[in-house]
């Protein structure tokens, strides 16, 4: 198998792996109670958010422990104080965590919403950003790195127009954490949301990044948990899982080279085999390890299902928009024609992926690709692969 599918999820982390066992056999005290047990899980929930927090810029008491990415965000769509301003202002790129939630909350009449063009690169469209970001904007909701292309927003040119007109700002940081830099004291930003099995942490465990003083109202009430945001008994082995794997995000961040040489070879050498595809978001700046291409004229689900006969996963836009039809709604917002947008497939690399996997990847995917032409009946397409 080469998995290059590490947008989608990514492999645990042995040392994290290690790390949350004994919370699982050993101390597996409620955080909450007094005894020695009890405290010892709390202990170590405090741990993981100091590691998350430096993994941020945050200070560990602005991080708040949610199930995942998708709760992150709607903790912040649904709670944010708007202040008696009804806008939220996002792009046609976001996750469908975001999309269908504040497209929702449009429907019903709870907030205005305004969708911000991309261009054909995957760039958010900062001039209509800024005509629609005005005095009635509660929040400005956006993507640090899109998921399906990598493609890195100008976020601190965003944060600035919100600023301007004092809405505030969350980022989608899925994507991005563990990948590139991230420093909310100098983004400015007031939320962002994490997830942890996007950098080698277990599914089902996310945070949430709250500026100290902003407020948020909970989704639901309970036992007050996570100063009263996020009410449940802490999962405490996938918060250890996900303050581990921040740590040795942080640390092995200067890996992100090496992901990016291995992205740019596969690109490059599949430049090469086929002069005629697309590198979506190529023009603008990438996560280093994202790789979204565009066969024009083949179907991405059967790109997808051919690699996965000899042994390579990627995936067809993101995992969760899978087996819908019509091609990938992020690379049909950059304008791109149907025939670009049908045949986009995504390879996404982590730290694990090898240069050999890579090797291997470059022998065997232009005779797949050609296969897959050919068997459309379309012309054959051949070039050097090296
Ligand atoms: N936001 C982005 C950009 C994502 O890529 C994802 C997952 O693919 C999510 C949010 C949702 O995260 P989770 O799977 O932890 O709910």
Redesign the pocket.
Known sequence: MIYLDN???TRVADEVAEAMLPFYREHYGNPHSVHAMGRKSNEAIMQARRQTAALIGARPDEIYFT???????AIVLRGVERNGRRKIVSSSV??A??MALVSELARNGSIELAVVRVDENGAIDLDQMSEQIDDRTALVTV?L???ETGVIHQVERIIGLAREKGALVHL?A??AAGKIPIDVRSLDVDFL?L????FHAP??I?ALFVRAGSKLQSLWLGGGQEKGLRSGTEAVPSIVAMGVAAAIAADRLPEQDHVREQRDRLEISLQKAFPEIVINGQGQPRLPNTANISFPDLLSEFIVYGLDDAGICISAG???SSGKEGGSAVIKAMHRPDRLASGAVRFSLSRYTTAEEIDRAIDLVPDLINGLYRSMGLRPVTGATR
């Open positions: 947008n989608a999820t199930s995942c990415g998708t709760e992150s965000n976001e996750h965590s975001v993507m790195a899109q998921n989608d899925v994507q949301s997830s942890g099995h996007k599914k089902g996310g993101s995992a969760c």
